[in-house]
Nanobody, 131 residues
Framework: QVQLVESGGGLVQAGGSLRLSCIVSGLRFVDYAMGWFRQAPGKEREGVAAISQRSGSIYYADSVNGRFTISRDKVKNTVYLQMNSLNPEDTATYYC????????????????????????WGQGTQVTVSS
């Protein structure tokens, strides 16, 4: 059974930092690209960051570039999202996702229809940034 379990969300003041983690089990971690997505109330899910299987390719949404950093640890089967300089617009539920095709996770290629074809999703962790 494949599981993606996110953690690390919470309430933080504007300008603060959080690090999200996503522990992956039930699949061969090194075979999958990983991505982070977010969805605010009343809005569509959007891509935030994506990382290839060997960490050789990394992509960010323009809205987080320079503030967020995605990374992965093949020993711990975990993908991380370090979020700095948070602002209230970053408030959302954050999801991690796994797919063998990096293109399905790249923020620039993300569309609403992409959600159904991504292989695996986590349940999400809430991030709230107060002003």
């Amino acid at each position: 059974q494949v599981q993606l379990v996110e953690s690390g969300g919470g309430l933080v003041q504007a300008g603060g930092s959080l690090r999200l983690s996503c522990i992956v089990s039930g699949l061969r971690f090194v075979d999958y690209a990983m991505g982070w997505f977010r969805q605010a109330p009343g809005k569509e899910r959007e891509g935030v960051a994506a990382i290839s299987q060997r960490s050789g390719s990394i992509y960010y949404a323009d809205s987080v570039n320079g503030r967020f950093t995605i990374s992965r640890d093949k020993v711990k089967n975990t993908v991380y999202l370090q979020m700095n300089s948070l602002n209230p617009e970053d408030t959302a539920t954050y999801y991690c996702a796994a797919d063998t095709l990096l293109g399905r996770l790249r923020p620039a290629y993300w569309t609403t229809g992409s959600r159904a074809v991504v292989a695996f999703w986590g349940q999400g962790t809430q991030v709230t940034v107060s002003s």
